[in-house]
T-cell receptor, first 115, second 110 residues
Framework: DVKVTQSSRYLVKRTGEKVFLECVQD?????MFWYRQDPGLGLRLIYF???????EKGDIPEGYSVSREKKERFSLILESASTNQTSMYLC??????????????FGAGSRLTVL | QQPVQSPQAVILREGEDAVINCSSS?????VHWYRQKHGEAPVFLMI?????EQKGHEKISASFNEKKQQSSLYLTASQLSYSGTYFC???????????FGPGTRLSVLP
């Protein structure tokens, strides 16, 4: 089975701190994604990547950046955390090249609280 | 544009049936269904492609009416293990722009 591992399950940070959320997948998937999950809003796409060193903005990229230096690793970066970034962050990966038949495998999530 | 899911929440007794609907204002290429149990990662259930097919997965099945841009997820004889939040995800007619709906919380009581 594909495994997607997120390094931190719970984080508490202060406003203005730089935050790194790490995600690693072990099945050689080309595509990796970062989602944000908030009650009543579902999962919203922040950034995605279809290849190493490649990144594309999703629906809500403001305040975030990403890094993909290796195929298996996709990092989400909050340059200066703000309280409105308190949320659950989910990483996912997939094998298929297009969105139409894309099956996402998710990590367990990282719950970030910004004080 | 985010699809609309209804109902927002539903409570069932074990053995009862439920239907969760997902609709979009745009023409669709495919609809995807995921389930997320409390405190866990979302898990893929099924994909329905353009063509109006109905797919099944144990006692959970789904249909896709591409003309109405709607999909329905059917849970029959629900079990306690069906509890969770169900998300649909839609892909536009160009095969791009995958977007999740807001979710439907399903609670199955003994």
């Amino acid at each position: 089975d594909v495994k997607v591992t997120q390094s931190s399950r719970y984080l508490v940070k202060r406003t203005g701190e730089k935050v790194f959320l790490e995600c690693v997948q072990d099945m050689d998937h080309e595509n990796m994604f970062w989602y944000r999950q908030d009650p009543g809003l579902g999962l919203r796409l922040i950034y995605f990547s279809y290849d190493v060193k490649m990144k594309e903005k999703g629906d809500i990229p403001e305040g975030y950046s990403v890094s993909r230096e290796k195929k298996e690793r996709f990092s989400l970066i909050l340059e200066s955390a703000s309280t409105n970034q308190t949320s659950m962050y989910l990483c996912a990966s997939s094998l298929e090249p297009g969105a139409g038949a894309n099956v996402l495998t998710f990590g367990a999530g990282s719950r970030l609280t910004v004080l | 544009q985010q699809p609309v899911q209804s109902p927002q929440a539903v409570i069932l007794r074990e053995g009862e049936d439920a239907v969760i609907n997902c609709s979009s204002s745009k023409a669709l290429y495919s609809v995807h269904w995921y389930r997320q149990k409390h405190g866990e990662a979302p898990v893929f259930l099924m994909i329905l492609l353009k063509g109006g097919e109905q797919k099944g997965h144990e006692k959970i099945s789904a249909s896709f009416n591409e003309k109405k841009q709607q999909s329905s997820l059917y849970l029959t004889a629900s079990q306690l293990s069906y509890s969770g939040t169900y998300f649909c995800g839609t892909v536009d007619n160009y095969g791009q722009n995958f977007v999740f709906g807001p979710g439907t919380r399903l609670s199955v009581l003994p």
